[in-house]
T-cell receptor
């Protein structure tokens, strides 16, 4: 069975500050890991994904995440928050071998304070 | 990538009625999925819809309540039947694409309110 845990349902940062959204996973086999963003009244958009290549993954809008097997983590970071980053962020886990069911975390709502 | 559209984008319905949600993809895809996102919650997979076969439902979801059609490789519908206020959610269609099936694309969602 696979699962993800996102620490903090709400995170507030000041504009220009570091963004850190936490995600820990549980998987019995090597995982694929994803971060999705959902802007208000929109569907989900893939930010970045880890599929067993480089452990530091860069995504759109200067977001990046690092896969740490020893910590079973895949935290999302961005050096400098922008007002347009205010959205809900979902971590998700799957694994390799054709299509495998994706399990989503409960989401973290990011607020950016001007 | 895949571009997905959904109709309607939102609706307000009376309890006991049914609503059919349409999902259109701009390319042929094998696997399509329907998710529910209840207010303040994460996404829950309702079913997987493959063209030419019966939809596969997740635990807690049944065909009588959520019948799904998949007539071709670019289109699917989800019906929410005999609705109650507990069915008020966002319903999202998604597809997988990309090498290894590890990239999932989502439609904009249908926001349903049941009174």
């Amino acid at each position: 069975a696979q699962s993800v845990t996102q620490l903090g349902s709400h995170v507030s940062v000041s504009e220009g500050a570091l963004v850190l959204l936490r995600c820990n996973y549980s998987s019995s086999v090597p995982p694929y890991l994803f971060w999705y963003v959902q802007y208000p009244n929109q569907g989900l958009q893939l930010l970045l994904k880890y599929t067993s290549a480089a452990t530091l993954v860069k995504g759109i809008n200067d977001f990046e995440a690092e896969f740490k097997k020893s910590e079973t983590s895949f935290h999302l970071t961005k050096p400098s928050a922008h007002m347009s980053d205010a959205a809900e962020y979902f971590c998700a886990v799957s694994y390799s071998g054709g299509y495998q069911k994706v399990t989503f975390g409960t989401g973290t709502k990011l607020q950016v304070i001007p | 990538s895949a571009v997905i559209s959904q109709k309607p984008s939102r609706d307000i319905c009376q309890r006991g009625t049914s609503l059919t949600i349409q999902c259109q993809v701009d390319s042929q895809v094998t696997m399509m999925f329907w998710y529910r996102q209840q207010p303040g919650q994460s996404l829950t997979l309702i079913a997987t819809a493959n063209q030419g076969s019966e939809a596969t439902y997740e635990s807690g979801f049944v065909i009588d309540k959520f019948p799904i059609s998949r007539p071709n490789l670019t289109f699917s519908t989800l019906t929410v039947s005999n609705m109650s206020p507990e069915d008020s959610s966002i319903y999202l269609c998604s597809v997988v694409s990309g090498q290894g099936y590890n990239e999932q694309f989502f439609g904009p969602g249908t926001r349903l309110t049941v009174l």
